[in-house]
């Protein structure tokens, strides 16, 4: 069941936005990170990212380690109960908040009580963009054809779907071409690519042969487990596709692709 953003109160002053930044983006590519800040600024945000932050807790609470996931939830609640809003350039990452950290609390009113609070000012990147601030339109431009892949935890949690198609269209130079299959899991999953790799490596190639066939020499996401996956599988099949976080073209920084070398593509202009 997709969840409904809630209609949040949003400040007459610039909101102040507490950035998750996510493990795989702090470990993988801060850039998207930075993406991430540059948009929200120009949303007219006031950001920060607490240092003190780390994991949301979702590979012990799909491993059914729900005291290890509890007691990192508490600590993120306690972090970032100061901001008027929670985002994450990852659907998965807020998935966890909004869906998943009421239900860990399910013994402990204070604490359901305040994982609640947490959930309704959590929200993903671009549908926080998009729906709460009402963001239309980006002004940068990206030569090049693209093809869009929605994550799981997105799609299905937060019902992210049309925001990051919205934004893109804005960019000018920038086509899309959707691919097959789109909204198919791309087999990464988490947990799920080293309890099943067999599953998870014919869902990727298909995948892949699915982005390739359109022709386009992007491939781009917002979950950034889900690019990391698809951009191993691409350069291991020697299928020549670059891959993006969507925040990185947004933001007009498309530079090289995950896992390219940082000098073996134009930066966009």
Known sequence: MISKSPTPDIPARAPKVGLFATCLVD?????VGFAAVRLLENAGCR???PIAQTCCGQPAWNSGDSATAGAIAKRTIEIFE???FVVAPSGSCAGMLREHYPRLFED???WRDRALNLAKRSHELLSFLTDILE???VPVRLQACATYHD???GLRELGVKSQPRRLLESVEGLSLREMRDTDACCGFGGTFCVKYPEISTRLVDEKCRNAAATGADLLLGGDLGCLLNIAGRLARNRQPMRVLHTAEVLAGMAGAGIGERADSKEEQR
């Open 47 to 49: 950001v920060e990212v």
């Open 82 to 84: 100061p901001f008027d």
């Open 151 to 153: 994550s799981c935890s």
């Open 135 to 137: 963001v239309k339109e």
């Open 108 to 110: 402990s009113a204070i």
């Open 27 to 31: 470990l993988f590519r801060p850039q």
